[in-house]
């Protein structure tokens, strides 16, 4: 398994402290999420943050934009050092445009969904995303409850993916600790996004290495 810790759920005064951690974890990525205020409720961290995050380490970013219309953003995602861009589909009119302008920008290129979203809205897009990001929660919170239904929908992107032949990686984003993630695992997910169950764990590194296990 894939792990991505979401640093939302990380000591803000301590962010280096965060990234020494995870570097020295089995944490793949870094998951950074960025909120405007109007996509959510919240708002939260933007790129002169992730910009700075770039400088102290090499592990790939993985930038979840919940903001309207992200694809305004993308040569400031690309220059902020991320690896993957990661827009919502709900907050793109012109999806198949960003997706297409994020890898000409040399990013990975990821549509997340949000719990309502249903998988069958990227029937035509699938093949061209390397990642497909499944909101588990409402976003612009962290600590929230895992939705069960999101099972179901990671049971039935796994199918579309084979059944097309992609390579597409499906992540899962909210509520995740090692009990929710071993069913995302089972479902078929192949990356796990986890703030609050890393962060306020007693031994972050260990709570990451059972995540990777799964
Ligand atoms: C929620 C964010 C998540 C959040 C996850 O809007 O997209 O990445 O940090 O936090 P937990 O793991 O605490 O649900
Ligand atoms: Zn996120």
Redesign the pocket.
């Known amino acids: 398994m894939i792990v991505s810790p ?1 640093l ?2 990380a000591d803000f005064n301590n962010l280096a402290g965060a990234v020494s951690m995870l570097e020295n974890s089995k944490a793949d990525w870094i ?1 950074c ?1 960025v909120m405007d205020g109007v996509f ?1 409720p919240n708002i939260s961290f933007g790129f002169p943050v992730i910009k700075a995050l770039s400088t102290i380490t090499d592990m790939p970013l993985d930038v ?1 934009l ?1 903001i309207v219309d992200p694809g305004r953003y993308v040569d400031a995602v690309r220059d902020a050092g991320a690896g993957i861009m990661n827009v919502h589909q709900e907050a793109c009119t012109h999806l198949h445009r960003v997706v297409d302008a994020i890898k000409q920008a040399g990013m990975k290129a990821a549509v997340t969904l949000n719990p309502a979203t249903p998988v069958s809205t990227l029937t035509d897009i699938l093949g061209d995303l390397d990642m497909v990001l499944l ?1 588990s ?1 409402n ?6 409850k895992f939705i069960p239904r999101t099972i179901e929908k990671i049971r039935a992107l796994r199918s579309m993916i084979d059944a097309g032949g992609y390579d597409t990686l499906i992540q899962v ?4 600790d090692t009990v929710t993630g071993a069913l995302c695992a089972e479902a078929g997910a192949d990356v796990l ?5 890393v962060f306020k764990a007693a031994d972050p590194a260990r709570e990451i290495a059972a995540l990777a296990a799964l």
Do not use: E
């Open positions: 979401s939302l759920a998951h999420d959510v979840h919940m909101m929660v976003p612009g919170f962290g600590g929230q984003d909210g509520g995740i996004v986890a703030g609050s169950a």
